[in-house]
């Protein structure tokens, strides 16, 4: 079964951080998939800071917020096309990560929620949620190769994987 991706991006540096603020008080809704969370914003100098939106030992041990990370960085850090070609090789969604790329343009931030629907969890609870807010959601499946290919940490050349990391954006 594939996971869902959802990502909201927002035209400014903090709007990620506000709507994850709002929607964690809105969790006591137990349907909400917030358990892996990645926020990412672009500063005016064009500035990339990837982070876990948990804090603590959990974010760092989470597989899917390693995957999520792992996802995050390639899109927004990592310089030139292979990484792209390769997750698009693998099964990523070509149009999806061309649309977060464009959307992280100039000073923003986005909101990346890996989702596993079950008989508790809803990622279209979560996507209805989320569309209360002012930004733009994007959506697609995350098919088990790409997450194999993400989990797999030694074809992914990242440092800091699970911490606050920063980059320029390419």
């Not at 499946?141 to 790409?146: A, D, K, R, T, W």
């Amino acid at each position: 079964m594939n996971s869902e991706l959802i990502v909201m991006t927002f035209p400014d540096q903090h709007g990620a951080d506000t709507v994850l603020a709002a929607m964690r008080v809105m969790r006591k809704s137990p349907i909400l998939c917030l358990g892996s969370v990645v926020v990412a914003s672009r500063d005016p100098t064009g500035e990339i800071t990837v982070r876990p939106g948990q804090e603590g030992v959990a974010a760092q041990e989470d597989r899917d917020m390693q995957i999520l990370l792992a996802l995050t960085d390639l899109i927004l850090c990592v310089p030139g096309p292979d990484a792209i070609d390769t997750l698009m090789d693998v099964g990523m969604d070509g149009r999806f990560v061309s649309e977060i790329t464009t959307n992280m343009k100039g000073e923003s931030s986005a909101l990346f929620v890996l989702a596993h629907g079950d008989e508790t969890l809803d990622p279209g609870e979560t996507r209805r949620a989320l569309a209360l807010f002012r930004g733009k959601i994007h959506q697609t499946s995350l098919p088990p190769e790409v997450e194999a290919y993400l989990s797999d940490r030694d074809s992914i050349p990242l440092e800091g994987v699970g911490s606050v990391r920063s980059c320029l954006s390419h």
